[in-house]
Each structure stands twice: as structure tokens, then as C-alpha cells.
């Protein structure tokens, strides 16, 4: 069993800076990869931003340059802090994790925390 246990969600001025924490917990897994997703009301869930075990990164075009990721594989836990915080960044942000484990590959997602950028 996995679990994901995100936090740092939460309230900021446009322009402000908030860093977002999710860590994997359990047993009998490796990671592929972790990243983050949003999804603001009414939208399609969207990648933000993705690390590989081997620390290759993407990023969504409207977050590069501004946010950044990275991981601790000491702690199964990756980050993802974010500057410039722009109103349109206003979402519920979901971590996600792609573990191989002994029957093959699964996601996994968070419950989800919310970011709020106020104008």
C-alpha cells in the first residue's frame, strides 16, 4: 500500500512564493516518477510539472521559469515551489506518483491541496 501525504498549500498575494511538499509512504515500491497536477473549477486536470528517479524534468509552459522541481529520494518526497504566483495558478494541486511494484507499474494521487492567489 501507497500513500501520498502532501502539504503547503494554501493562501498567497499574486506575486508571492508557496512551496508545496509530497511524500510516499509505504512499502515494496520504487519510483518512476513523482510530479504535480492541478485542476482549477471547471478545467481539465493538467500536468504542472514532473521528475523522473533520474532527475529529468517537465514543466507546463505557463509555469516554466517560475516554478521548479525537485526531490529528496532519501524521503520519497518531492517539492515543488513556486514563485510569481500568478491569479490564474489558483487550483487544487495533486501529486502524483508512477511506482513500479511487483505486479508492474501504478499511479498513484493525493488528496489534494489548495492554492489560492488573490489579485
Known amino acids: 500500500q501507497v500513500q501520498l501525504v502532501e502539504s503547503g498549500g494554501g493562501l498567497v498575494q499574486a506575486g508571492g512564493s508557496l512551496r508545496l511538499s509530497c511524500a510516499a509512504l509505504?512499502?515494496?515500491?520504487?519510483?518512476?516518477?513523482m510530479g504535480w497536477y492541478r485542476q482549477a473549477p471547471g478545467k481539465q486536470r493538467e500536468l504542472v510539472a514532473a521528475?523522473?528517479?533520474?532527475?529529468?524534468?517537465n514543466y507546463a509552459d505557463s509555469v516554466k521559469g517560475r516554478f521548479t522541481i525537485s526531490r529528496d529520494n532519501t524521503k520519497n518526497t518531492v517539492y515543488l515551489q513556486m514563485n510569481s504566483l500568478k491569479s490564474e495558478d489558483t487550483a487544487v494541486y495533486y501529486c502524483?506518483?508512477?511506482?513500479?511494484?511487483?505486479?508492474?507499474?501504478?499511479?498513484?494521487w493525493g488528496q489534494g491541496t489548495q492554492v489560492t492567489v488573490s489579485s
Open positions: 502524483n506518483l508512477n511506482a513500479r511494484i511487483a505486479v508492474g507499474t501504478l499511479n498513484y
Open positions: 509505504g512499502s515494496r515500491f520504487s519510483i518512476n516518477a
Open positions: 521528475i523522473t528517479s533520474g532527475g529529468i524534468t
